[in-house]
């Protein structure tokens, strides 16, 4: 699998989100990750499918929605409609995945499961044949511009050896950048979210372009 780059908007900058979708879709990047959060998975807010919505209409990027919520399955169609192209969503607030997944592969859209720094990667064992993509988060989300978990290497060599040949993605995401992007790659990541590195960089094509490479 090539190695996808998923800029988090979350490090945009939220007064200009036209301009900031159109930077990240000419600095060659494959997906646009969004960060929904609620107040109680996380301890911070964010944005809901209004703010999708709106900027659907600047970017044909693939929406990457990350929800960091209690209860997912009260929102997925709502961001499917607002015009996400993938849903992950967390095995720690969805301890049985099965019928949500089906729910977002049913409307067509990528399935993705996540699990916290504190999960035991074996408990994705068992959902591996309904998933599209792993999210093995490399921080306690709620926050960007947070440092790296190194555990999160090994986590990542752990789940590609759970999934064996099943075409199922394996993505980062938190305090990724160049120097652990090459490790984590080499463990079988295929997917990196990136903030802080992406859209806080001087020129955010070398950004993208340096992370996949590296
Ligand atoms: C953390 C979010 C991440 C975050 C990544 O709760 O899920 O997507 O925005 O940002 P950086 O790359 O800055 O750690
Ligand atoms: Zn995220």
Redesign the pocket.
């Known amino acids: 699998m090539t190695i996808k780059i998923s800029p ?1 908007l ?2 945009s900058d939220f007064a200009n989100l036209e301009a900031e979708v159109k930077r990240t879709e000419a600095a060659g990047a494959d997906m646009l ?1 969004l ?1 929904i ?1 609620d107040g109680h998975f ?1 301890p ?1 807010l964010t944005m809901g499918p209004v703010v999708i919505e709106a900027i659907r209409k600047h970017t044909k990027l693939f929406f990457d929605v ?1 929800l ?1 919520l209690d209860n997912p399955a009260d929102y997925v169609e709502a961001f499917a409609k607002a015009g996400a192209n993938g849903i992950t969503f967390h095995l720690e607030a969805v301890p049985e995945p099965e019928d949500l997944l089906k729910k977002i592969g049913s409307m067509g859209l990528l399935r993705g499961l996540s699990i916290n720094p504190d999960m035991p990667v074996e408990r994705l064992e068992g959902h591996l044949d309904n998933v599209d993509m792993l999210l093995i ?1 490399s ?8 440092k ?1 978990i190194e555990e999160s290497v090994e986590r990542v060599a752990q789940a590609k050896a759970l999934i064996g040949d099943r075409p199922v993605e394996i993505q980062v ?4 950048n160049v120097e652990n992007a090459r490790r984590l790659k080499a463990a079988g990541c295929t997917n990196l ?6 859209f806080r960089a001087d020129d955010m094509r070398a950004a993208v372009d340096a992370i996949r490479n590296a």
């Open positions: 988090s979350l490090a990750h960060d959060m996380v911070n990350h960091m988060m921080v306690f989300p709620g926050f960007g511009g947070q790296f995401d938190g305090g990724v979210v990136a903030g802080t590195s992406t």
